[in-house]
């Protein structure tokens, strides 16, 4: 999910219900909930913005250069805004099916995957988009490129697909899952690195595939006690990482994923979590059904940032995004978009 953008790295989302806010309306937080019953000062707003579409959303990915936001969902639909979400425009990739994943590494060049095995590449920021040979016909579900030319799709069945020349060619890479694979991310390189080439993946049954050469050899690591499935996974660096899941799960790693350990979560109640994004180690948001959308003020602890609207409705998220510390977007079903604005 998703992602996101690349060296700000990206990733997937999922799909599930419905609900339709009212558009234009701002609704402000009434308060955060770290253990589940003590109410805290939120200090973000969030706006309902108005997509023009009624298409279950999966994924959003920013631009790194200027900010501009694409998303796409149910449908083929895909969806940009280059004024922060005043205006959504939809683009024609082409394809009828549904998209779950996106990733564009900066204001032209962006990638997307669904049914099929489908995957649409842009160089021109989505004015136009072309269809790529996937060689492939799995559902894909996650996305990530280092940059313009190296990339990596996951999917069902344990499929993990990768390009070294922006989509011209997909080679299939041995996965050692035939678990689904909901997302993919790649670390950063170290301080004196050019390459990336550390990246997970997440999907059923708590499955993580890690890899620490780009792919040319993935490895399950063990996961203790956790049978739930995942589907949103995010890594700042080599060592420190998240993963997020069925029934509130949510997984951090300082050490690269050579262990696991659950995170506190008591603000999720239970709900499942779909896709996780941090601006940095220490600033993190995730966001799931119910329309629960969760922040981490250090990596570690996590509050629920909850608005009228979705205490009152259940409303799923599905994909999250931030261009910084101060400023994301959140998308779901029957169209939903939030922007989600600190206030100063």
């Known amino acids: 999910m998703s992602r996101k953008f690349a060296l700000v790295w990206a990733i997937v989302a999922l799909p599930v219900v419905c609900f339709v806010f009212s558009c234009g309306e701002e609704v402000t937080p009434v308060g955060s909930n770290r253990e589940g ?9 969030i706006t309902v913005q108005t997509s023009g579409v009624e298409a279950t959303l999966q994924e959003i990915s920013i631009s790194p250069d200027s900010g501009d936001v694409w998303v796409v969902g149910n449908e083929g639909t895909i969806l940009h805004t280059s004024d922060k979400g005043a205006t959504w ?22 990638w997307a995957g669904g049914d099929g095995g489908a995957v649409i590449h842009t160089t021109d920021g989505g004015a136009t988009w ?18 313009d030319t190296e990339g990596w799709l996951v999917g069902e069945g344990g499929m993990i697909i990768r390009t070294r020349d922006g989509g011209a060619e997909w080679n299939p890479q041995a996965s050692r899952t035939n678990q689904i694979l909901e997302a993919v991310h790649f670390a950063p390189p170290k301080a004196g690195e050019v390459l990336v080439e550390r990246g997970w993946a997440v999907g059923g049954n708590g499955t993580i595939a890690y890899t620490g050469n780009a792919g040319s050899a993935w490895t399950l690591q063990p996961v203790k006690d956790v049978p739930e499935p995942l589907y949103g996974v995010f890594f700042d660096n080599e060592s420190k990482g998240w993963a997020v899941g069925k029934s509130g799960t949510i997984l951090r790693t300082s050490n690269g994923g050579q262990s696991w350990g659950r995170s506190a979560a008591a603000a999720a109640k239970g709900k499942n979590l779909y896709d996780v994004f941090f601006i940095n180690a220490a600033d993190g948001w995730c966001v799931g059904s119910g329309g629960k959308l969760m922040h981490s003020p250090d990596g570690k602890n996590w509050d629920a940032i909850e608005t009228e609207a979705s205490k009152e409705v259940d409303t799923p998220l599905w994909g999250v995004a931030f261009a910084d510390s101060a400023e994301g977007w959140a998308v779901g079903d029957a169209g939903v978009i939030l922007h989600i604005e600190q206030v100063q």
Do not use: H, K, M
């Open 37 to 45: 019953d003590e109410e805290l000062s939120s200090g973000w707003n």
């Open 89 to 110: 425009e939809s683009q024609d990739g082409g394809i009828a099916g549904s998209l779950y994943c996106v990733c564009f590494v900066n204001d032209t060049d962006g």
């Open 130 to 147: 072309e269809t790529q040979n996937s060689g492939i016909t799995e559902r894909l579900r996650g996305v990530f490129f280092a940059n």
